[in-house]
C-alpha cells in the first residue's frame, strides 16, 4: 500500500512563496518508476493538473499559468521512500485551491505533456490547502 502525505499548504500574500511537500513511502513497490502528478482543484472549478515529474526527475512539465513561478523537484531517500516538492514563488490569488499529489507507474511527463486522467495515478494525497489573499 502506497501512502502519500501532503504538507506545507496555508495562507500567503500576493507575491509571497510556499513549498508543498509530497512524502511517499511504501514498504513494498518500488517507486523508481513512478511519476508524480501535483493537481489543484479551486472552489467551484474542476481539478486540473499543475505540475508533473518523471520518474528519473529529469522531465518536468508545467501549467502555462505556473510557468517561471513554480519548481517541481524530487528526492530519492531508496527505491521505496521518495518526497516531491511543489515550490511556489510570486503567489496570485488564482493559485488559491486545495492541491494534491498522486503518483502512478503509468503516468507520462513531457516537457509539454502530463497525464491528466485521474485514473491512470494510482494514488493520491489527502490534499492541502493554499490560500493567496491579501
Known amino acids: 500500500h502506497l501512502q502519500l502525505v501532503e504538507s506545507g499548504g496555508g495562507l500567503v500574500q500576493p507575491g509571497g512563496s510556499l513549498t508543498l511537500s509530497c512524502e511517499i513511502s511504501n514498504t513494498g513497490i518500488t517507486l523508481d518508476y513512478y511519476g508524480i502528478g501535483w493537481f489543484r482543484q479551486a472552489s467551484g472549478k474542476e481539478r486540473e493538473g499543475v505540475s508533473a515529474i518523471n520518474s528519473s526527475g529529469d522531465v518536468k512539465y508545467y501549467i502555462d499559468s505556473v510557468k517561471g513561478r513554480f519548481t517541481i523537484s524530487r528526492r530519492r531517500r531508496d527505491n521505496r521512500k521518495n518526497v516531491a516538492y511543489l515550490q511556489m514563488d510570486s503567489l496570485k490569488p488564482e493559485d488559491t485551491g486545495v492541491y494534491f499529489c498522486?503518483?502512478?507507474?503509468?503516468?507520462?511527463?513531457?516537457?509539454?505533456?502530463?497525464?491528466?486522467?485521474?485514473?491512470?495515478?494510482?494514488?493520491w494525497g489527502q490534499g492541502t490547502q493554499v490560500t493567496v489573499s491579501s
Open positions: 498522486a503518483a502512478g507507474p503509468r503516468v507520462v511527463v513531457a516537457e509539454t505533456y502530463m497525464t491528466e486522467d485521474p485514473n491512470e495515478y494510482d494514488y
